[in-house]
């Protein structure tokens, strides 16, 4: 056992037998460390958006994380510049605004500007999943390629799914408004859509299975926010006193383990003869190598993919509901754009895409409740000089104010449905949900935009067409709650009541 293991377990060995002495060191040794997170010497050229008293440092973060978009909006109004920097749970990091900016930002390699090391910091990747999902991030391509090709295949899947889902979630009356907790029914919607093409019947529809599919999404965030309280080198004894995410990878083990290993199996038996389901466990499969094609590490990839899809579209699917309750003269109007496109083209993707008016619907609402106040996340991996002269030190996160950019409208803080669906009309220029651009950070920009966007667009759309095909849809009060927020992380206030009537 090495040095470090030894201090490890001695370690975790005091915090069992004398807990309460424990307490007080480690908290004795986390004042120390926080004491010394004053403004570093290599950002002070860089405005500042905040205090950068180092005893106020953690003041500054507390407010941070009870409304960031406050804390960015008064830090640029307080520098009058493009480039600031704020305290937050990374450290100093630099923000920036304008599309000079984002467009330098958006253009660089990995190499320069890395968009997996935020990532890896943000979500304590090595401690949440492990750490191969850094080094052999094999599952974007696959989601940009072979998951992208097969999504007309899977959307008359995904109709039957989702037909099935309404079924048992959204029990609404013909007769009367019923009140529905509509997040927490839309989750297991997305879960078991999304999961119809990840990882196929009957899986899909196992309860056990889909609430661990949403609880390993609350878990990793719960977890790694913890770890980021603490310094790197307190992490791995903290994290080996926080069982709950290898609790969940257990759970997941358990219920794609013996799929996993009966399709290798049956690859091991017929060899190239093999056919695998349509699924994108298979394609994960098929990709893997290494230690990346153990059924842990398959199972880990899968939670992953999990994460990323149900809990963004869950968020971005009320926020538009929320809208849809709000403006009811408009659903009579998406409800006639899906009757008729399903009609001429059934459920298909001929017919998806021709939801103009649905898709714009749902950017729209996109681009006033963003799920994030920052984005565009990258680290620089050497110093990084603007092109206005401005340095951003080696080691350093940076990331784009997604509020501000969402304001380059006309009227930016009106709910216009058919902005974007006007835009196309008359410039003939794609203004669809998939589309990044600089004015547009829902799915990020660039390179690294998301590579599920084009899946989780087409799902989104279905989602809500499906809906409102079935149900009639009004906001309980008739006024929305303001969205709520924890550090960038913007939500919708779960507070709104929504209300459903069955429609015959």
Sequence with gaps: MSALANTAQALRDFAVERPTAAFVSAGALLLT?????????????????????????????????????????????????????????????????????????????????????????????????????????????????????????MIPALSEELEASFEDYFKASPDEWTEIPAQAAL??????????????????????????????????????????????????????????????????????????????????????????????????????????????????????????????????LIQALYDVALYPEYQKELREETQRVVREHGWSKEAVDKMAKLDSFIRESQRLHAINSLGMDRMAMVDFTFSNGMTVPKGTIISVDWLDSHGKYDSPTEFDPWRHYRLHQETGKKADMTITSSNFLAFGHGRAACPGRFFAAVELKMLLAHLLLKFDVKMKGGVRPEDVCLGSNIFPNSNGQLLFKKRV
């Design 33 to 153: 460390y926080l004491a010394y997170r004053g403004e570093p010497k290599n950002l002070q050229h860089i405005p500042s958006g905040a205090s950068t008293w180092g005893p106020l440092y953690y003041v500054e973060i507390f407010k941070y994380i009870v409304n960031a978009p406050k804390v960015v909006t008064r830090g640029f109004a307080r520098t009058n510049s493009q480039i600031i920097k704020i305290p937050t749970f990374y450290g100093w990091t630099v923000i920036i605004r304008g599309t000079d900016n984002i467009d330098e930002v958006r253009k660089h390699p990995e190499r320069t500007l890395s968009v997996l090391e935020p990532l890896r910091e943000m979500l304590q990747i090595d401690y949440t999943m492990h750490e191969g999902v850094h080094t052999d991030p094999y599952h974007v391509q696959v989601i940009l390629n072979q998951m992208r090709r097969a999504i007309p295949r």
């Design 187 to 316: 989750m297991k919607v997305i879960s078991r859509a999304s999961n119809r093409t990840f990882v196929g019947l009957p899986q899909c529809r196992d309860p056990d299975y889909i609430e661990l599919t949403a609880q390993y999404a609350v878990d990793v965030m719960k977890v790694s926010t913890i770890l980021k309280m603490f310094p790197s080198f307190l992490r791995p004894l903290i994290n080996s006193c926080l069982p709950t995410i290898k609790n969940g990878i257990n759970r997941g083990v358990k219920h794609l383990g013996p799929i996993i290993s009966k399709r290798k199996e049956q690859i091991d038996l017929l060899g190239d003869e093999y056919v695998g389901p349509d699924d994108l466990l298979t394609w994960f499969m098929e990709e893997a190598k290494g230690e990346e094609a153990e059924v842990r590490a398959l199972a880990i990839r899968i939670l992953i993919i999990n994460m990323a899809a149900i809990h963004t579209s869950t968020v971005t």
